[in-house]
């Protein structure tokens, strides 16, 4: 069941019993292309770990269309927002093909790190780095689309 997770995937920093006891509350979920999985705005209860396919992460901008900042595929995280107070999700997402995913309870996984430090403290690691990467993306796109010319990155 972890294959995608453990070649590399955002969870495969876990040890491999701590990642058994987190896949045990996994459930394995589809969603058709075009679907919207998250809204902006909305609650966050919990994440997904996407085993294939691809979703389009977007903000939305006032008076536009939401602005896509990033494409994510296999072996990433699709939310962290479940994590943080106030639990409400920081952009939205959108399926871009058939998408196989593992979803999480945001509240199991909480009380499952209360329980296991060493998990929760690795899991906290790595939704840290999604959220540094989302934000960098996010970042990055806003400047292309409405910055002046030059603004973006120096990289």
């Not at 876990?14 to 809204?39: K, N, Q, Y």
């Not at 479940?82 to 509240?107: C, I, K, M, N």
């Not at 899991?123 to 996010?138: G, H, K, N, P, T």
Request: net charge negative; hydrophobic share 45%.
């Amino acid at each position: 069941m972890t294959g995608v997770i453990t070649r590399g995937g955002v969870l495969a920093a876990l040890p491999s019993d701590h990642l058994d006891e987190l896949m045990v509350l996994a459930r394995e979920v589809s969603f058709p292309v075009g679907t919207r999985i998250i809204d902006e705005g909305s609650r966050a209860d919990r994440f997904w770990v996407i085993r294939s396919g691809s979703v389009a992460l977007d903000i939305h901008v006032p008076g536009r269309r939401p602005a896509m900042v990033e494409e994510i595929g296999a072996g990433e995280l699709l939310g962290w927002s479940w994590l943080l107070p106030p639990r409400h999700w920081h952009l939205g997402a959108e399926t871009q093909s058939l998408v196989w995913v593992y979803e999480f309870d945001g509240g199991a996984v909480r009380a499952l790190c209360r329980k296991e430090p060493e998990l929760g403290m690795a899991l906290a690691i790595e939704v840290a780095d999604a959220i540094a990467q989302r934000l960098m993306a996010s970042r990055t796109r806003l400047l292309d689309l409405y910055g002046p010319n030059g603004s973006g990155p120096a990289w």
